[in-house]
């Protein structure tokens, strides 16, 4: 089985896998970062959100072939983060979760966002995260979150 | 009355020192009746730790799916103990139906049946402590009071920790019949603390059913037949096999296992795995035949849910009569959480995991499967990436299969239901069919109103009557003179059960619609008319009056925004919401929910604000574009692309009153749901002059 070298929250990662396996699986089957959410397996709702060289990814639909040489952050990259990211800490601030199974692709999403837009308007949110499914429908709280951690991010948090 | 029983001294608990408390509770209620409350007298129930160590853990026997059991029941026990709520840890505790009767949550019963005992067991707790106290300083316990997690000397100052002092608390005899604060003394019950789950579940840390992960473990999915009732008449596994990571093929009850290295394995097996299916008697079922037979059943003799005055001649004297029909389809729970189960099933016992709402039941149900005792069987309950009913009682079938899987390869597993599966091997909300009728008097108003209900039964049948088939309709609050509402089982090959809030989310919207239809047959308002119909009934009168002045109901509104109103009971509580709409060549918006709403004390008002939206959204995913139809005894729909819920740029602004109130809590979790597709159909109404007497809304049709 051929393998792929690819960074992984930082760190150099190798794994072996079939090409066409996508990294939602390689993630949480071979490597146990379970983090990282299967929802609909066709890039349809979000779930599975990673970051892959910094942009926004469904790792559902996503072979491993294609992430090789590449730079991945999971929700536990973003956990590890010190100080607490932004998302992080707005995602704790606004008490955003319900079931919580959505939030880690949710806050990925999110963080992409504001990688791109540093002050995203309602409508630039609505635009990125109409992807991400909650079925609780926490999506009030996601867009307060979005905002609070624009405010956190541009100037530590002062509104 | 409740008693408590000290279980620290009966060795329940292994190895964990200090105090533990479980408690009985008393024997009857409503919901016990139906099979669904607390457990039968003389079983503990739910219990706190106070390690010696300072921790202070309090034991959750109601799963999490988001409606916040962890937090809400903390709550309860943090209040009466008087500890240091930032010292709290809530942990799910194993299954044990001698310890806490059966542990499951159906029809938002976690607050309002563990309102009294949880509170009674922290009170009670609290007073073994001070007891253990005053024994120690030699002192009169009334000289004591406590303050976040320690006992206080009034007289000296001293203090002395709960942790301290747990270990003498739980020598001490239970007191009988403690006193519970005065709420005006609650300090963390009423308050918007933040949920205890929250840390985990934006780490990624939190696991979730599909999260477990055992040493050796395999993973598979399960070919299943496409046809309701079908089974398999053959398979070839050569193809399957062949797959790189495919380990082996097994048939198990539900179908056929493809098991791999992983579940991207399993699930490439499967699709190279050839199955010839014995499809059985469903397989010339469509939505059309389907509905065709409600519509005969409609017509046969129903029994009597719901019975006031004489319909006939009621609706025979009545100065004017309408009639009219209305219909809803069969519905998908679609949690984000696909259904899945991982267990290691050995010679003697067995572990398993699974996100469930109903725990003791999962694991009798896993026992059953591999011919074990339960109490052989270690289940581990899982967060849920969603419930909405699907992981509840009656709603297992994916724990024990992957019990016999995991007997049958000797190995552990984890099944996992791909997105498809999930959809098209649901049970679902039932299919519903309703002929209305009702009657005006000479002034315009309802003096009649008769709905005979056809619509598919699970729960079996009391004289004749699913009470779940007709909730929402023959507990209708309106006082209207002459009633009659019966039900006829419309049963077919579709796997039915609970959805959120069961029965009150169709049967809400066919009566506060048609009751719609007969103010503006009469030439009245319909907040009018409910008020007065609803004389008898003050609380669903407040909610009403509550939304009607926070929506400015009878004011102008923008050009082009309408408004519709409705009510409901469901779960204990009360509701009224009124939506603010606008449709414009044939593209509709909600733009504003207001919802009114009355449960009682509140336990925590920030969770229940989550929950009302919550509710209100699903409820609007179900009635915009929820559909599930049938041909050929197969689900059309498969996955997101074709059965679609609401985005983040869909939702209103959803405005939450609550009423103030000290009557005991009623439910929360599934409260909202029923009242939203109504209050926007009505606003159509308002907008259109157009009746939706079929859901979902298709708004191309109202132009």
């Known amino acids: 089985m051929p393998a792929f070298r690819f960074t992984l929250n930082g760190q150099p990662r190798t794994v072996e896998a079939t090409p066409e396996m996508p990294l939602l699986w390689v993630l949480r089957d071979q490597l146990g970062l379970t983090g990282t959410k299967f929802g609909c397996g066709m890039a349809l709702c979000g779930a599975c959100t990673v970051h892959i060289d910094g942009a926004a990814a469904r790792s559902c639909s996503m072979p491993i072939s294609s992430v090789a040489g590449k730079i991945v952050t999971t929700i536990e990259g973003i956990a590890m983060a010190q100080p607490a990211h932004p998302v992080t800490q707005a995602w704790l601030e606004i008490d955003v979760p319900q079931c919580g199974y959505c939030q880690p692709g949710q806050m990925m999403s999110a963080a992409a966002l504001l990688m791109k837009k540093k002050t995203p308007s309602d409508a630039d949110i609505d635009e990125v995260m109409r992807g991400n499914i909650c079925r609780c429908g926490a999506y009030r709280q996601i867009r307060a979150a979005i905002h609070r951690a624009s405010e956190i991010a541009t100037n530590g948090g002062r509104a | 009355m409740s008693s408590i029983t000290n279980l620290s001294r009966r060795g329940f608990i292994g190895s964990a020192a200090g105090l533990v408390l479980g408690f009985v509770l008393p024997a009857s209620s409503k919901l016990q009746a139906q099979g669904f409350g607390p457990p039968p007298a003389g079983k503990p129930w739910a219990y706190v730790r106070i390690a010696p160590d300072g921790q202070i853990t309090f034991m959750i026997t109601k799963g999490e799916m988001g409606q916040g ?70 002192v009169d316990k009334t000289q004591c009071r406590t303050d976040l997690g320690a006992v206080v000397n009034g007289s000296t100052g001293a203090r002395l920790t709960y942790s301290a002092l747990a270990d003498a608390a739980a020598k001490l005899p239970v007191p009988e019949n403690v006193p519970l604060k005065d709420p ?128 006939e001649a009621g609706l ?185 809030a069961p029965g009150a989310v169709q049967n809400t919207y066919f009566a506060e619609c048609f009751l719609d239809e007969l103010c503006s047959a009469g030439g009245k308002d319909p907040v009018e008319v409910r008020r007065r119909l609803l004389t008898k009934s003050p609380r669903l009168l407040g909610v009403l009056n509550l939304a009607a002045e926070k929506s400015d109901w009878g004011k102008p509104l923008p050009a082009g925004r309408y408004r519709g109103v409705a009510v409901g009971t469901d779960v204990g509580s009360f509701i009224a919401q009124v939506a603010e709409i606008s449709i414009t060549k044939g593209k509709l918006k909600v733009h504003r929910v207001v919802c009114a709403f009355d449960c009682g004390q509140v336990v925590n008002p920030a969770i229940l604000r989550q929950q009302l939206e919550s509710g209100i959204i699903f409820g609007l995913s179900a009635a915009l574009k929820g559909e599930i139809t049938i041909d050929r005894g197969r689900v059309q729909q498969s996955n997101f692309n074709n059965y679609d819920v609401m985005r983040v740029d869909e939702i209103p602004e959803i405005e939450v009153h609550v009423v103030p109130s000290m009557e005991n809590p009623g439910g929360a979790g599934e409260a909202s749901v029923p009242c939203i597709a109504p209050s926007v159909v009505n606003a159509i109404f308002a907008a259109t002059g157009k009746r939706v007497r079929k859901l979902p809304i298709r708004p191309a049709e109202l132009v």
């Open chain 2, 69 to 138: 059991p962890m937090t809400a029941l903390s709550q309860l026990l943090a209040e009466e103990l008087d500890c240091d709520w930032s010292k709290v840890r809530a942990e799910f505790p194993p299954v044990n139906p001698e310890l806490y009767g059966r542990q499951t949550v159906v029809g938002s019963i976690s607050v309002r049946t563990m309102w009294g005992p949880m509170r009674t067991a922290g009170a009670t707790a609290r007073a073994m402590l001070v007891g253990a106290a005053a024994q120690q300083w030699g």
């Open chain 2, 184 to 311: 005006k003394q609650f300090r963390i019950i009423g308050k918007p603390v933040k949920r205890l789950d929250t840390p985990d579940k934006i780490s990624g840390r939190a696991l979730f059913g599909l999260d477990a992960r055992v040493d050796g473990m395999s993973y598979a999915v399960v070919a299943r037949c496409p046809v309701f009732g079908g089974k398999v008449a053959s398979f070839d596994a050569t193809k399957a096999k062949a797959v790189p990571g495919v380990k082996t093929v097994v048939q198990i009850a539900a179908g056929v296992a493809v098991v791999g290295d992983s579940t991207w394995s399993a699930m490439q097996g499967r699709r190279a795995l050839e199955v010839k299916w014995d499809e059985g008697s469903a397989a010339t079922l469509n939505t059309a035949s389907i509905r065709a037979m409600f519509i005969a059943r409609a017509k046969e003799p129903g029994a009597v849910a719901r019975k006031a005055g004489d319909i």
């Open chain 2, 316 to 500: 025979a004297k009545a100065a004017k009569k309408i009639e009219a029909v209305y219909e809803v389809p069969f519905l998908s729970h679609t949690p984000m959480e696909p259904m899945n189960c991982t267990a290691h099933v050995r010679a003697d016992s067995a572990d398993v995991w699974a996100a469930t709402q109903s725990m003791t039941s999962a694991r009798e149900l896993a026992a059953q499967a591999v011919g074990l005792a339960p109490d052989k069987v270690d289940f581990h309950t899982m967060f849920m990436g969603g419930g909405f009913g699907r992981r509840g009682e009656g709603e297992l079938d994916y724990v024990p299969e992957a019990a016999e899987l995991s007997k049958k390869l000797g190995t552990p597993v984890k099944v996992t239901w791909t997105r498809e599966d999930d959809m098209q091997h649901d049970m679902y909300r039932p299919a519903s069919y309703v002929e209305l009728a009702g009657g005006l008097d000479a002034e315009g108003w309802p003096v009649a109103f008769n709905a005979r209900v056809a619509c598919p039964s699970f729960t079996g049948l009391r004289n004749g009557v699913d009470f779940i088939a007709v909730a929402g309709l023959a507990d209708l609050e309106y006082t209207i003179p002459d009633m009659l509402i019966d039900y006829r089982p419309a049963n077919t090959p579709i796997p039915v059960s609970f959805w959120r």
